[in-house]
C-alpha cells in the first residue's frame, strides 16, 4: 500500500510524475455537483498534493503545490492537467461521448471511490469479462456461463474498441427483469478512461454508457470515477448508483490483491489467454504511446 | 410486525442488522439512503428519522397499525433489539444469562472501537474521510492483537465464539464486518491467525450473508 512520506526515503510511488504522456492529458479530479460552493477540497493527482474547488460564483478551479492549473468540466466532473493538454496531441483533449447529450439520457457520478491499486490495472478489469461469474456472481455472470466468446479488437482514431463481446447476464442492470446475453462494446479513448456500452434492457436499439474515469492520485492509489449515462426512466437515482457500487465494491479486494500493483508491458510477464485480447491490444497501445507513468515499461 | 431498515449496501453498519435479519430468517424491507455520493442521511428528510443523521435505523411497525411504530437507531442497538425480540433460541442476546450477557456488552463496546478504527480507515481509504490514517490503523491493530489472543485461549478451550458459550452471539456479529474489511482499511490480518479462524467460522453460520467486498470462505 502506497503511503506519503516526507523523508529522504521517499517511496518510488509517491512521487511526482515526470511521464510527459500522462502529464500531458486531462485527469478527472471530482463530481461537479459534489463540490461545495466556496469550499476547498484537497486530493492527489499524479503524485501532486491538489486543491480544487468551486467558488461561489460557480467558477472551478485547481492548483497543485501552489500552482494554477487549467480546468475543465465534462460530463459533470471537473477535469485538470499538469502538463499542456492542448499540445497537439489528440489524447490530451478531452473525448467525446455523443451519447450523453441525449435529452432523456440520465447523467450521474455513481460514486468516486479510492483503490489501491494502479489506474491501468483498473482501466484492465473494467475490460474484463472472464471474472464476472466469479466476482459478480449472480448479477454480471453466473456459472457455468463462464465462456467469454471471440470478439474484436481494433484501433481506430487513436481509440481502442472491443466489439461483439457477448456474455449470458442473470441481472445485467438495475433495470434488467431476468437474465439476458449482453452485447457490450468497450472503448479507450484515454489511457485511464474507459467505458462500455451495451443494450439497454427495455429497449435493445440503444445503448446505456457505463465508464470509469480514473484519476491517478499516485502510481499505485487511484480514485475511480464511476460515470453513468442511462436510458432508465423507472429506476431511482439512488437505485442505479447502489448497482454500480456493488459492482465495484466487488472489484475492489481483486484490484487491491494484483501484483505487481503497476501494469507491467512486456506480453511475456503475464500470460494471456484468448479472452484477454483486449488487454493485449491495451498493453501494446500503452507501450505506443510511449506511457511510462504507474507501468513497468517492456 | 414489520420490520424496516433503512440501510446502505456498502455500510458495515447496515451489515451488520442485514447479517442478523438474515440468521434469524426475518423478512424486513429496506429503505436504500444514498449515503455516498448523495449524504442522503444528512439531509432534513432523514433527519426527521435520526436526528444524529447516520444509518442505519430500523423501524418495527405493528401489523395491524395498532400502536405507534417503533423507531431504533444505532446498529448494535438495533442487533440487541431484534435478538431479543425475534430470536426464539435466545441464545444471539442471553438475557437470561447475566454472566454472559455482561460480556456480550463489553465485546459490544469492544466492536465501537473496532468500528471507530478498522473501519474508520476504510472510510479513509475508500471514499477520502479525513481521519488520522497513521493513528486509526495503529488502533485497529491494538484491538485485534488483544481479540486474537483472546480467540487464541478460547480455542485452547475447544471453543468457537467471542463470549464464554458453545455459541455465536450478537457479539461476534458485531465486530466481524470490521475485521473481515479490513484491509480496505490497509489493515493486514497476517499476524492474526486465530482472528481469521474466527471470521472462516462466522462466515460458516447458517444464514449467512455476503456484503460487497466479502469474499466467501
Known amino acids: 500500500m502506497a503511503s506519503v512520506v516526507h523523508s529522504a526515503n521517499v517511496t518510488v510511488t509517491d512521487q511526482r510524475c515526470t511521464d510527459p504522456v500522462v502529464l500531458n492529458l486531462w485527469h478527472p479530479i471530482a463530481a461537479v455537483l459534489e463540490l461545495e460552493p466556496g469550499g476547498e477540497h484537497r486530493s492527489r493527482l499524479l503524485g501532486a498534493h491538489l486543491t480544487y474547488g468551486i467558488t461561489s460564483v460557480g467558477d472551478l478551479w485547481a492548483s497543485a503545490d501552489g500552482q494554477e492549473l487549467p480546468v475543465i468540466e465534462r460530463y459533470g466532473y471537473l477535469w485538470t492537467s499538469l502538463g499542456s493538454p492542448e499540445g497537439g496531441d ?56 463462464t465462456e467469454v466468446a471471440d470478439y474484436q479488437v481494433d484501433i481506430h482514431d487513436g481509440e481502442i474498441w472491443a466489439t461483439d463481446c457477448l456474455f449470458f447476464q442473470p441481472v445485467a442492470a438495475a433495470s434488467a427483469t431476468g437474465g439476458q446475453i449482453s452485447e457490450y462494446t468497450y ?95 491495451y498493453r501494446r497501445w500503452l507501450t505506443e504511446l510511449g506511457l511510462t507513468y504507474a507501468v513497468i515499461p517492456a | 410486525m414489520a420490520l424496516t431498515l433503512y440501510s446502505y449496501d456498502l455500510s458495515v453498519n447496515c451489515y451488520k442488522q442485514r447479517l442478523l435479519m438474515s440468521i434469524l430468517g426475518l423478512d424486513y424491507e429496506t429503505v436504500l439512503v444514498d449515503f455516498f455520493p448523495g449524504l442522503e442521511h444528512k439531509g432534513e428528510a432523514f433527519k426527521a428519522i435520526n436526528p444524529l443523521g447516520h444509518i442505519p435505523v430500523l423501524i418495527d411497525r405493528p401489523d395491524d397499525g395498532d400502536g405507534d411504530d417503533f423507531v431504533l437507531r444505532d446498529a448494535h442497538a438495533i442487533l440487541v ?36 478504527t478498522a473501519s474508520a480507515a476504510r472510510l479513509h481509504d475508500n471514499l477520502g474521510y479525513d481521519f488520522n490514517i497513521d493513528e486509526v ?36 456479529l458485531a465486530i466481524f464486518p470490521d475485521v473481515i474489511l479490513s484491509e480496505e482499511g490497509g489493515i493486514s490480518r497476517l499476524d492474526y491467525p486465530a482472528l481469521r479462524r474466527w471470521t472462516d467460522r462466522v462466515r460458516r453460520l447458517d444464514g449467512f450473508v455476503l456484503m460487497p467486498g466479502i469474499q466467501p470462505v
Not at chain 1, 474507459?194 to 502510481?219: C, G, H, W
Open chain 2, 137 to 172: 490503523r495503529a488502533g485497529a491493530h491494538r484491538l485485534f492483537r488483544v481479540l486474537d489472543e483472546h480467540l487464541w485461549f478460547r480455542e485452547q478451550e475447544g471453543q468457537e465464539w467471542v463470549c464464554s458459550a458453545s455459541h455465536p452471539t450478537i457479539a461476534d
Open chain 1, 187 to 281: 472503448r479507450v479513448p484515454h489511457p485511464f478512461c474507459v467505458m462500455l456500452y451495451k443494450n439497454v434492457p427495455t429497449d435493445p436499439s440503444r445503448r446505456d454508457v457505463i465508464a470509469i474515469f480514473v484519476q491517478a492520485m499516485t502510481e499505485e492509489t487511484v480514485r475511480v470515477h464511476n460515470f453513468y449515462s442511462m436510458v432508465d426512466e423507472t429506476t431511482s437515482d439512488n437505485g442505479l448508483r447502489r448497482f454500480q457500487q456493488v459492482i465495484f465494491s466487488q472489484d475492489k479486494p481483486i484490484l487491491e490483491n494484483q501484483r505487481p500493483t503497476k501494469l507491467p508491458l512486456d506480453p511475456r510477464v503475464e500470460t494471456p489467454i484468448r479472452a484477454d485480447q483486449s488487454a493485449i491490444v
Open chain 2, 81 to 116: 433489539y431484534l435478538a431479543a425480540q425475534y430470536d426464539e433460541s435466545g441464545q444471539w442476546y442471553p438475557t437470561t444469562n447475566a454472566r454472559l450477557l455482561g460480556e456480550v456488552s463489553q465485546w459490544m463496546l469492544f466492536a465501537e472501537g473496532t468500528t471507530n
Open chain 1, 90 to 145: 489528440s489524447l490530451g483533449i478531452p473525448f467525446e461521448i455523443p451519447e450523453a447529450h441525449e435529452p432523456d439520457r440520465r447523467n450521474m457520478n455513481a460514486g468516486s471511490f479510492q483503490v489501491a491499486t494502479s489506474a491501468p490495472r483498473a482501466i484492465e478489469n473494467f475490460l474484463d469479462m472472464g471474472h464476472f461469474p466469479y466476482v459478480h456472481t449472480d448479477l454480471l455472470g453466473v456459472e457455468p456461463h
